[in-house]
């Protein structure tokens, strides 16, 4: 790894710059975007050309951020000063990155497994967020964390830690909160668009979904099929269905929560346990793995042969219960 | 109002008594035992008798922060000095009302409502938790933010807040927060105890609640029933359903969402809406009434009934659809 840039010296750097364009990861999520945009409205404010460019359209559910952004009007700008945001390697630039992996001047970013990719690296790898980065810049230039800034900084913290709850949010992250706060943006009105938003069909695959969950072993163990019929009827897409797995392990007593993805020939399996039992061990018992509340596997079978393997294989890892 | 007691004023006199009596309110929330636990633990460290006491028993859920305690144990001590903890008025104590209801003797709150019935008051209306009192008045004596002291009051933040997303969460929650983080205490886990954790019953209801949504006008109405039958086929309790409202709002796209909850001759309808929708003029119509964004009203008729008239209603203040 080459050397850490101080923020102090990526501010000045990009006070220096006229023409600066910001890369967004593919895949755009809230702190990618939110970081981005805060350095653009903060380098608008400075004068300077900007532009955000991102491989897959900006999410819809973030556009209180760019309101009035159309990103192809710039897309003819001649390019000086590349500006990466939020990503750790150049292939997760997506389609931008056979035009600019090699040209990135600086990265900007939070994520330990950053390859040093650009010419600058300014890496916070103990951040919760690439947000907080980029709040240390902005105040470098001397521009206050307010208005717009304030609000794309705010959606890089709230969505990067799950509304703050994540094992990655610090004392740090909740006083950059505490700051964006106090500079009179209304949360509540962001944590509504980031929190409380989900689609139609999403909605109804997990009304599917939960329905169909099935119980063992005294309701410790609960199994969630995810067939290929819900996927059909309701719509929802595979993106959508990545954070599904932690709902069998949220209700209450159950210790395994098992979600069992159906798909051409084999299931994709996650497993989510609480204290006692290990997830890892057993995922390992079918060649997956994980870590210990957390972890997977791939089943070439049915979904209820499946559940029918998982469910004898958790047994053992249960604890013993009390007469 | 008699004089608001100082939190420095408060510490004082709590470090005067030997023997302290600690009231949550009835139906307890995350905050008040939060708040009194925190309280009880200082209040120990320093060599006192304390004990708390609450009308209905202590949330399952909070488990955690209470993991020896048996209040059954002190019931028969001498009471010698109470103190009312996130107790708003003295019928919010429930059983304890009778005995404890015109002898508390300092009263710890956070809400603006409290009818000054304790002898002393040290009230912080501003604050988004009671919580926020209490780790002013444990600082005040002199003890560090630490340990389960930290735990109690963390959970307090995080429940009154909806995990510092609601709009009474304010920059000095958030700091506090951050002192807490600073101290050690592992917030991520629990977050998982507190946001988590929902009952077989509850999500087996919402399961059914959701697959039963119909959708009018686009897809900008939602109607979510819970009828009589899902309540007895699931078990879930009316308590369990009392945070439902907020379901068919979360829709993209959806500008009002209609929970109708079928009880014996008549339903009783939340609305909540989105921007233009006015929920509140809609509740009217049907002589219920509430705010902007969230209303309620009763009809007497059938499910099917209701649905029929609000629908009916509600598409007279939709906007117009863009062609």
Redesign the interface.
């Known amino acids: 790894m080459k050397e850490n840039l101080p923020v102090s010296r990526a501010a000045e750097i990009l006070m220096q710059r006229d023409n600066i364009t910001l890369l967004c990861h593919r895949r755009p999520d809230g702190d990618t975007v939110g970081s981005a945009f805060a350095l653009y409205y903060a380098l608008q404010m400075l004068g300077k050309e900007v532009r955000v460019l991102c491989a897959d359209p900006l999410p819809e ?1 973030y556009r209180y951020l760019y309101p009035d952004y159309t990103p192809s009007r710039v897309l003819e700008w001649p390019v000086e000063y590349v500006v990466a945001v939020d990503v750790a390697t150049a292939d997760l630039l997506g389609g931008l990155e056979e035009k600019y992996g090699q040209m990135v001047d600086l990265c900007i970013d939070h994520h330990p497994s950053n390859t040093d990719y650009a010419a600058l690296t300014c890496l916070w790898a103990g951040a919760a967020a690439c947000a907080e980065p980029a709040a240390a810049i902005i105040k470098a230039i001397g521009l206050p964390i307010a208005g717009r800034i304030a609000e794309c900084l705010y959606t890089g913290l709230a969505t990067d830690t799950g ?5 990655n ?4 992250t ?2 950059l ?3 964006i ?2 500079s009179g943006v ?3 009105r962001l ?1 509504t668009c980031i ?6 069909a999403k ?2 695959a ?6 169909a ?1 099935q ?1 063992y072993e005294n ?1 410790r163990i609960a199994v969630m099929p995810v067939t290929l019929a819900i996927r059909a009827e309701t719509g929802v897409t595979g993106e959508e269905l990545e954070d599904v797995a ?2 069998p ?6 210790l395994l929560g098992i979600t069992i993805k159906e798909h051409e020939g084999e299931c994709h399996i996650s497993l989510r346990s609480k204290e006692p039992v290990n997830a890892d061990q057993i995922a390992a018992a079918f060649d997956g793995g994980g870590h210990r509340f957390a972890a997977g596997c791939t089943i070439r079978a049915s979904v209820e042969e499946a559940a029918r393997l998982l469910v004898e294989e958790a047994r053992k890892h249960l604890p013993k219960e009390q007469a």
């Open positions: 559910m509304g703050f709850r994540f094992s949010t610090t004392a740090a909740m006083r909160a505490a700051e706060m106090e209304d949360t509540a944590n929190f409380e938003s989900v689609s139609k909605m109804l997990e009304a599917r979904m939960m329905s969950l119980f309701d932690g709902i392990r949220k209700i209450e007593g159950v």
